[in-house]
């Protein structure tokens, strides 16, 4: 029984004095406060229980938030260092094949000078 049950047997189950002093003394084994007693110590375990639930799913939660968010920064970083390489890549690429180009239609590496189209 959670404590929400046992409260609503008490404020509802129990509507007039003398049942409440009954029910308190049956739960108390014929001490009212010893029922009262018994009550709460039930709701605080309860409360420790349910706090204890949540804290581990919490811990849990905080936990696989903090891994996978390493991870995800690992990975990022990763990515990013394999876009820059290929992009890298492609400019290498394309610088190559320029100065391949220039070789072929008589230009010197160093120059900027296009070749003179000029017929002779």
């Not at 696989?64 to 920064?73: C, E, S, T, Y």
């Amino acid at each position: 029984m959670n404590n929400k049950d046992i409260i609503d047997d008490l404020v509802n189950g129990c509507p007039s004095a003398p049942k409440m002093t009954s029910a308190l003394k049956k739960i108390g084994n014929g001490d009212m406060k010893n029922g009262l007693k018994t009550i709460m110590e039930h709701s605080t375990e309860e409360g420790i229980k349910e706090g204890s639930i949540k804290g581990i799913m919490a811990g849990i939660s905080s936990t696989l938030v903090i891994f996978l968010g390493i991870a995800g920064i690992k990975k990022l970083k990763a990515w990013i260092k394999d876009h820059k390489e290929k992009g890298e890549e492609i400019i290498q690429g394309f610088e190559q094949s320029s100065n391949d180009d220039k070789e072929i239609i008589g230009i010197d590496k160093g120059s900027d000078k296009e070749p003179d189209n000029e017929p002779v």
